[in-house]
T-cell receptor, first 112, second 114 residues
Framework: GAGVSQSPSNKVTEKGKDVELRCDPISGHTALYWYRQSLGQGLEFLIYFQGNSAPDKSGLPSDRFSAERTGGSVSTLTIQRTQQEDSAVYLC??????????FGPGTRLTVL | AQSVTQLGSHVSVSEGALVLLRCNYSSSVPPYLFWYVQYPNQGLQLLLKYTSAATLVKGINGFEAEFKKSETSFHLTKPSAHMSDAAEYFCAVSEKGGSEKLVFGKGMKLTVNP
């Protein structure tokens, strides 16, 4: 079956612009996660959605970052007023309830 | 708070040699431990996971890992390296069975020499 998909695969933007990154989880998976992978910081948790519960936003690095999950499926990670330190690969994962996480291929964000 | 330590960033082995990737964890609750592999320009793939059942866990592609509580370790091994094992390997810890956030180590890049 189809895995987790993310779009775009690459995004180049200018400092100060807003960007939206999309994640399509595996159908039926109740949980969805966003992580960030950068050279300096490794793999960092950003935010986690589980069913209809309030999301765990404890990993978001600043209030410029936000995410939503519509209809319990697709998720969008939005970064406002991008900074050069936001350059990274943004990974999305989904899991069934109490199950393992399946990762997408990531979106590589470059902020010039 | 949970944390994972993977000492070093690169390891190089010869094809056919033993692969040993070290992972030490810190957790205030019984941990769930994972090893993921990342091939170039791809997402993470689960190799194996420890969820408090058997301490020796077998995974895909001939990898296995042993949970040692006394040493707070979860080292990954493979008896004989193959060229296709060249990738980056991440150890991760979670408070639950992977169904909440994972805390990752810095990763270890494995090179396999012919």
């Amino acid at each position: 079956g189809a895995g987790v998909s993310q779009s775009p695969s690459n995004k180049v933007t200018e400092k100060g612009k807003d960007v939206e990154l999309r994640c399509d989880p595996i159908s039926g998976h109740t949980a969805l996660y966003w992580y960030r992978q950068s050279l300096g910081q490794g793999l960092e948790f950003l935010i986690y959605f589980q069913g209809n519960s309030a999301p765990d936003k404890s990993g978001l690095p600043s209030d410029r970052f936000s995410a939503e999950r519509t209809g319990g499926s697709v998720s969008t990670l939005t970064i406002q007023r991008t900074q050069q330190e936001d350059s990274a690969v943004y990974l999305c994962a989904s899991s069934p309830y109490l199950g393992e996480q399946f990762f997408g291929p990531g979106t590589r964000l470059t902020v010039l | 708070a949970q944390s994972v330590t993977q000492l070093g960033s690169h390891v190089s082995v010869s094809e056919g040699a033993l692969v040993l990737l070290r992972c030490n964890y810190s957790s205030s609750v019984p941990p769930y431990l994972f090893w993921y592999v990342q091939y170039p320009n791809q997402g993470l793939q689960l190799l194996l996971k420890y969820t408090s059942a058997a301490t020796l866990v077998k995974g895909i592609n001939g990898f296995e890992a042993e949970f040692k509580k006394s040493e707070t370790s979860f080292h990954l091994t493979k008896p004989s390296a193959h060229m296709s094992d060249a990738a980056e390997y991440f150890c991760a810890v979670s408070e639950k069975g992977g169904s909440e956030k994972l805390v990752f180590g810095k990763g270890m890049k494995l090179t396999v020499n012919p």
